[in-house]
């Protein structure tokens, strides 16, 4: 003989085990059921192993009692949306659970109900999941504002040369061999040398100066000149006289 009392007992224990939070007993005023023995709620969501009830669009309540002779006999069913199920979602999956139920008379079937009931969900929402996240998206991209660049004035274009230059002259002088921005400037001659150098006469040949006037100072600017002019005059009247002593002999 069966102890279908034991067997009802242990298929709890076992749905306890499995499904953990997702099970729990309810009052038998809350099933639905035209019953006074225990009455239990399972949470239901489409076939998924990574499944968040939080986000998840449809979920629902699958309520159980067992009968006096289960599972010889099918047990009281009823489901109840707890998220996005019409009543008439409802009504088909409650007469394929009963359907089923009928099919499996003689062995514990609650889990079984449970794994039909989620894979109808996945079949039945997960189209429709797909549609209302590519709707999403596109409604996303929608919202997406492109802005626009600001309108060009006078003052804004003169600013943005001004910025443009500056960041060009930077870039030309991180470039720039160091060797050309450490190189002394040219020497300037003073009065004495460019005199004596010929350039006074026209001529553009330059006698290259000895190591000891490189040591001098030869910046070229009008105070040397001065100071060097009384100088000057006396090598041109020297060079002068010589030319007459010269003149003289050949008249002679």
């Given at each position: 003989m069966t102890d279908h009392a034991q067997e009802q007992e242990m298929e709890i224990e076992a749905l306890e085990a499995i499904l953990m939070d997702d099970f729990k007993e309810i009052h038998s005023g809350e099933s639905g059921l035209n019953t006074s023995n225990r009455c239990f709620q399972i949470k239901v969501v489409p076939q998924d192993d990574e499944a968040d009830f939080e986000s998840t669009p449809v979920q629902l309540a699958l309520i159980f009692s067992h009968t006096e002779k289960y599972p010889d006999e099918p047990?009281?069913?009823?489901?109840?949306s707890l998220r996005g199920m019409r009543a008439e979602d409802l009504r088909v999956l409650k007469?394929?659970?009963?359907?089923?139920?009928s099919e499996n008379l003689g062995m514990a079937m609650?889990?079984?109900?449970?794994?039909?009931?989620?894979?109808?969900?996945s079949e039945h929402f997960a189209q429709d999941s797909s549609i209302e996240n590519a709707e999403a998206e596109e409604a996303a991209k929608d919202d997406i504002i492109i802005p626009h660049g600001e309108p060009v004035t006078t003052e804004t274009?003169?600013?943005?040369?001004?910025?443009?230059?500056?960041?060009?002259?930077?870039?030309?002088?991180?470039?720039?061999p160091e060797s050309a921005l450490t190189a002394p400037k040219e020497k300037k001659l003073t009065g004495r040398q460019w005199f004596e150098s010929g350039r006074a006469k026209g001529v553009a040949a330059v006698n290259e100066e000895s190591d000891e006037e490189?040591?001098?100072?030869?910046?070229?600017?009008?105070?040397?000149?001065?100071?060097?002019e009384e100088d000057m005059l006396e090598h041109y009247l020297a060079e002068k006289s010589d030319s007459s002593s010269h003149s003289s002999r050949r008249a002679n």
């Open positions: 047990p009281l069913l009823n489901v109840k007469e394929k659970l009963q359907q089923e139920a609650i889990y079984t109900l449970v794994t039909s009931a989620k894979e109808w969900l274009f003169l600013a943005w040369r001004e910025r443009f230059e500056a960041e060009l002259a930077l870039e030309r002088a991180k470039i720039m490189d040591d001098e100072d030869i910046d070229f600017d009008d105070d040397d000149f001065e100071d060097d």
